[in-house]
Structure formats: structure tokens, C-alpha cells
């Protein structure tokens, strides 16, 4: 049976990053159409819908800094236990 001893550590960290820029952008999609629909009713002043449109932007960045950060750390963290404790077993249908 296959066993995942070692994992990228850069290689996990751009997947997560990527998720988590993905992720972001939905969240700052949706604070955006909040943004605007709560402006719009209370009357608010345009320059605040600015903000939830710079949301679309600048969540997905935010978000995939911090998806690579955690994604190396956990790289780095499974490749440890991995080595203490075994790595990942694997079984495929042939």
C-alpha cells in the first residue's frame, strides 16, 4: 500500500493559497452586495460603497497570503509527524 511519507511544502502552500483566494473572492463578493444594499437603504455616502468593492480585491489577496502561510505550516507539520508516526496510507483500486 502506497504511504504519503513527505508532502511539498511550497507545492501545499500555492493549493491552499489558491483555495484560499477562491474562498476570498466569494466572501468579498458577498460583502460587497452588503455593502451596497445597506448603503443604498440607509442612504450612505457613495464613498463607502468603495469599500465593498474593494473587497472583491483585497479579501482574495488577504486570503491567499494567509491560505500559503497555513498551507506550509501544516506541510511542515505533517512531514514531522509523518516521520514519527508514519505517513498516510493509501489504497487504489486497480
Known amino acids: 500500500m502506497p504511504v504519503i511519507k ?10 491552499t493559497a489558491l483555495i484560499a483566494a477562491v474562498i476570498g473572492l466569494i466572501i ?3 460583502f460587497a452586495l ?3 444594499a445597506f448603503g443604498a437603504i440607509t442612504g450612505m455616502p457613495a464613498w463607502i460603497h468603495g469599500f465593498g468593492i474593494a473587497a472583491i480585491i483585497i479579501f482574495p489577496i488577504l486570503y491567499a497570503i494567509g491560505g500559503f502561510i497555513y498551507g506550509a505550516i501544516i506541510a511542515g507539520i505533517y512531514n514531522v509527524a509523518a516521520g514519527v508516526v508514519g505517513g498516510i496510507d493509501l489504497e487504489f483500486q486497480q
Open 6 to 15: 513527505r508532502v511539498g511544502i511550497i507545492s501545499v502552500a500555492k493549493i
Open 28 to 30: 468579498g463578493i458577498i
Open 34 to 36: 452588503i455593502a451596497g
